[in-house]
């Protein structure tokens, strides 16, 4: 059986992919400066005698041909890290100070060469075209979806549909999890500026306090957009950064105030925006001060297509074992994998790497995060298996 050859190579191939995440893992490098990352998995395709070319700079672009001609579809794996410096006591520990993949993008991109070179094993066996996506820059706005999108990634040939997956610590090792329909959050940034007027904190009545003023508008920020993200239209506003850089007897001269608004509407995100302005506005007038607001609208709502994430369920399960497949809930982090769902029906599920025994439970984007790396062997054989699958139908 076809399902048992795959199962059969994913095992055969584990070692190998281990070697290509420790290696990725070692050498992260940030959005948009993924040239080492590039060139070695560029090395890796050569290998496997796949086709690439280059994209958006640092973008691998690979192409598998089946059989036969037959419809294309695209995997997507993104390679960029984050501005972390690591903390795990391992081997292979991050090389670049101050830089890390704290958010499993070595696993995605390792797991796609895998994926890609069971593909290719059994290229005789399936009719089709696989387009490989190796997108540099997911961490980072614009997004590298949106420039790879722009320079024509989703055209010659145009996939009918693509897939992603990504590392779930909270989710254990062996299981893996799908959500259909609005699955993770628009996000937008705020960057917002409160001036007042500074001087000596024992003259008042010669100032505008700025941080009275910065006050008073998160107070009707937060009881305007109360934290409703369980609710059926969820949203959240949050602020994580405030400068105001006085002192004990100094009244600065403006607040610096940074932050993010992310829902699962578009309608709601437009209002959403209109209303901030006019509170930020309001509240700056009536205490004589002024602001100054940029609203940099980040990554859309991700929507996963009902049919496609119905048929990639089911073929995880006929790989894994329903008991081993689960639903997942909604999510307000963002993903710039959401730019290609506007585009063609997506699927981005999740990879379970949690282990608590071998520690690997700590979150995304924290200086302690790991996988277990048992589960590149599931994810190089579900990935495939889920491509092979859908090019039947």
């Given at each position: 059986m076809l399902l048992d050859r795959v199962k059969s190579l994913a095992a055969k191939n584990f070692e190998t992919v281990l070697t290509y995440r420790r290696y990725i893992h070692e050498r992260p490098e940030l959005s948009y400066q993924e040239n080492n990352t590039a060139n070695y998995i560029s090395t890796i395709l050569e290998q496997f005698d796949i086709p690439y070319t280059r994209m958006a700079n640092t973008g691998v672009i690979g192409i598998i041909n089946g059989n036969k001609p037959g419809k294309t579809i695209a995997l997507r794996a993104d390679i960029d890290a984050l501005p972390i410096e690591e903390k795990n006591d391992i081997p292979y520990k991050s090389k670049n100070k101050g830089v890390m993949h704290a958010c499993g993008h070595d696993v995605h991109a390792s797991s796609l060469l895998g994926t890609a070179k069971i593909l290719k094993e059994l290229s005789t066996e399936w009719n089709g075209t696989i387009k490989l996506i190796f997108q540099p820059g997911e961490e980072k706005l614009p997004g590298g979806a949106s420039i790879l999108i722009k320079e024509g990634v989703m055209e010659n040939p145009a996939p009918s549909s693509i897939f992603a997956?990504?590392?779930?610590?909270?989710?254990?090792?062996?299981?893996?999890?799908?959500?259909?329909?609005?699955?993770?959050?628009?996000?937008?940034?705020?960057?917002?500026?409160?001036?007042?007027?500074?001087?000596?904190?024992?003259?008042?009545?010669?100032?505008?306090?700025?941080?009275?003023?910065?006050?008073?508008?998160?107070?009707?920020?937060?009881?305007?957009?109360?934290?409703?993200?369980?609710?059926?239209?969820?949203?959240?506003?949050?602020?994580?950064?405030?400068?105001?850089?006085?002192?004990?007897?100094?009244?600065?001269?403006?607040?610096?105030?940074?932050?993010?608004?992310?829902?699962?509407?578009?309608?709601?995100?437009?209002?959403?925006?209109?209303?901030?302005?006019?509170?930020?506005?309001?509240?700056?007038?009536?205490?004589?001060?002024?602001?100054?607001?940029?609203?940099?609208?980040?990554?859309?709502?991700?929507?996963?297509?009902?049919?496609?994430?119905?048929?990639?369920?089911?073929?995880?399960?006929?790989?894994?074992?329903?008991?081993?497949?689960?639903?997942?809930?909604?999510?307000?982090?963002?993903?710039?994998?959401?730019?290609?769902?506007?585009?063609?029906?997506?699927?981005?599920?999740?990879?379970?790497?949690?282990?608590?025994?071998?520690?690997?439970?700590?979150?995304?984007?924290?200086?302690?995060?790991?996988?277990?790396?048992?589960?590149?062997?599931?994810?190089?054989?579900?990935?495939?298996?889920?491509?092979?699958?859908?090019?039947?139908?």
């Open positions: 997956q990504h590392v779930f610590p909270s989710l254990e090792t062996g299981k893996v999890g799908f959500a259909a329909g609005n699955y993770m959050a628009a996000c937008d940034e705020i960057y917002l500026t409160v001036k007042g007027k500074g001087g000596h904190a024992a003259l008042t009545k010669s100032t505008i306090n700025p941080l009275l003023i910065t006050s008073e508008i998160l107070l009707k920020l937060q009881s305007t957009f109360m934290d409703n993200s369980t609710t059926a239209s969820p949203l959240v506003l949050a602020f994580g950064k405030m400068n105001a850089n006085g002192a004990t007897n100094i009244i600065p001269g403006e607040v610096i105030l940074e932050g993010t608004f992310r829902t699962m509407d578009e309608d709601i995100r437009k209002e959403g925006q209109k209303t901030i302005t006019e509170i930020i506005s309001s509240t700056a007038q009536k205490w004589g001060g002024d602001y100054d607001l940029r609203i940099e609208k980040g990554y859309p709502v991700l929507l996963n297509d009902e049919e496609l994430t119905k048929r990639a369920r089911t073929s995880a399960e006929e790989y894994m074992g329903k008991q081993n497949v689960v639903t997942l809930e909604p999510r307000m982090t963002s993903e710039d994998f959401a730019y290609y769902s506007r585009l063609k029906p997506c699927c981005f599920y999740r990879l379970g790497t949690g282990n608590i025994l071998k520690g690997t439970t700590d979150g995304l984007h924290t200086p302690t995060f790991n996988v277990d790396e048992k589960a590149l062997e599931t994810s190089i054989g579900l990935m495939a298996w889920i491509a092979i699958k859908e090019l039947e139908e």
